[in-house]
């Protein structure tokens, strides 16, 4: 059974850093695409990044530059970077996993992964100013 557990979220003052990480079991890391994905109260669901097996990443246009996805095969495990943070990155985040390649899903669109995807419980990020 796949499980996907999230840790590292907290609260932080803004300009700070996170880092989120997700452990991946009952799934092996191979032709697949793993992402992460943020939801806000009271906002929709939204892709924040994805990378597939080959480490090629695809990002939100508006978190490029501070969030940074990467994996660590060895360990099963996904992490996002999250630099200079700002109130309004706060958000309850997840992992995702999917088992098809990154290219089969372009553009980290919720409404797709939605219907295909494993999910994780979240893990809350909350930023003051």
């Known amino acids: 059974q796949v499980q996907l557990v999230e840790s590292g979220g907290g609260s932080v003052q803004a300009g700070r850093s996170l880092r989120l990480s997700c452990l991946a079991s009952?799934?092996?890391?191979?032709?697949?695409?793993m992402g992460w994905f943020r939801q806000a109260p009271g906002k929709e669901r939204e892709g924040v990044a994805d990378?597939?097996?080959?480490?090629?990443?695809t990002y939100a246009d508006s978190l490029k530059g501070r969030f940074t996805i990467s994996q660590d095969n060895a360990k099963n495990t996904l992490y996002l970077q999250m630099n200079t943070l700002k109130p309004e990155d706060t958000a309850m985040y997840y992992c995702?996993?999917?088992?098809?390649?990154?290219?089969?899903?372009?553009?980290?669109?919720?409404?797709?992964?939605?219907?295909?995807?494993?999910w994780g419980q979240g893990t809350q990020v909350t930023v003051s100013s």
């Open positions: 995702a996993a999917v088992r098809v390649p990154c290219d089969v899903v372009p553009g980290i669109n919720y409404k797709t992964w939605v219907q295909i995807a494993y």
């Open positions: 009952g799934y092996t890391f191979s032709s697949r695409c």
């Open positions: 990378i597939d097996s080959d480490g090629r990443t």
